[in-house]
């Protein structure tokens, strides 16, 4: 079952504009995770934002929380062609043992770069 | 390079046959973590071994089996292959300790069953 559902499915944008990419989630959580994966690659780890948390930073990426809503973005600003992707949340889930690594992922947004 | 090590890269087989999917996590790493992603069921947790033992099961079937071996790597173990089991099989390891970050993932290895 999907945990997370980014929203929107697929984003166009020019290099140089800002994207945003959206994630709700259904269940409480500890923490919520956002992963990048090039076409058929290995998905790459950005940033992880804790329910305790309401905004992180890194680098060129925001990140925001609001559990009340069950609901969290990624910004990634000043995008470039290198940042065309797709960009998945992940949510730790108890079901299978507890441990934080045993993550549902959301469908995934894909982000398209334009030069 | 997420220092994680996965092989082979592709794979094509035919449906009713095994095959032996080959992990290697990064160095330090305990914890390794199967997941399948396929355009259907997109990524979906399948198994979790840490330190040799079985920690948590997710979605895996019946038909398939994994290990972890004293020197960590692991091993995933696809059987009696059906169509419907193409798919990118990924592994991904994490750090020993307190949970500060998110999973090192390989490269994936593509399985096509045809």
């Known amino acids: 079952s999907q945990q997370g559902e980014e929203d929107p499915q697929a984003l166009s944008i020019q290099e140089g504009e800002n994207a945003t990419m959206n994630c709700s989630y259904k269940?409480?959580?500890?923490?919520l995770q956002w992963y990048r994966q090039n076409s058929g690659r290995g998905l790459v780890h950005l940033i992880l934002?804790?329910?305790?948390?309401r905004e992180k930073h890194s680098g060129r990426l925001r990140v925001t929380l609001d559990t009340s809503k069950k609901s969290s973005s990624l910004l990634i600003t000043a995008s470039r062609a290198a940042d065309t992707a797709s960009y998945f949340c992940?949510?730790?889930?108890?079901?299978?043992?507890?441990?934080?690594?045993?993550?549902?992922f959301g469908k995934g947004t894909k982000l398209s770069v334009k030069p | 390079d997420s220092g994680v090590t996965q092989t082979p890269k592709h794979l094509i087989t035919a449906t009713g046959q095994r095959v032996t999917l080959r992990c290697s996590p990064r160095?330090?790493?305990?914890?390794v973590y199967w997941y399948q992603q396929s355009l259907d069921q997109g990524l979906q947790f399948l198994i979790q071994?840490?330190?040799?033992?079985?920690?948590a099961k997710g979605n895996i079937l019946e038909r398939f089996s994994a290990q972890q071996f004293p020197d960590l790597h692991s091993e995933l173990n696809l059987s009696s292959l059906e169509l419907g089991d193409s798919a990118l099989y990924f592994c991904?390891?994490?750090?020993?300790?307190?949970?500060?970050?998110?999973?090192?993932f390989g490269e994936g290895s593509r399985l096509t069953v045809l």
């Open positions: 991904a390891s994490s750090s020993p300790g307190r949970w500060i970050g998110g999973l090192f």
């Open positions: 269940t409480s959580i500890n923490n």
């Open positions: 934002i804790r329910s305790n948390e």
């Open positions: 992940a949510t730790p889930t108890m079901n299978y043992g507890g441990s934080q690594g045993n993550l549902i």
């Open positions: 160095s330090g790493d305990l914890s």
């Open positions: 071994y840490y330190n040799g033992e079985e920690r």
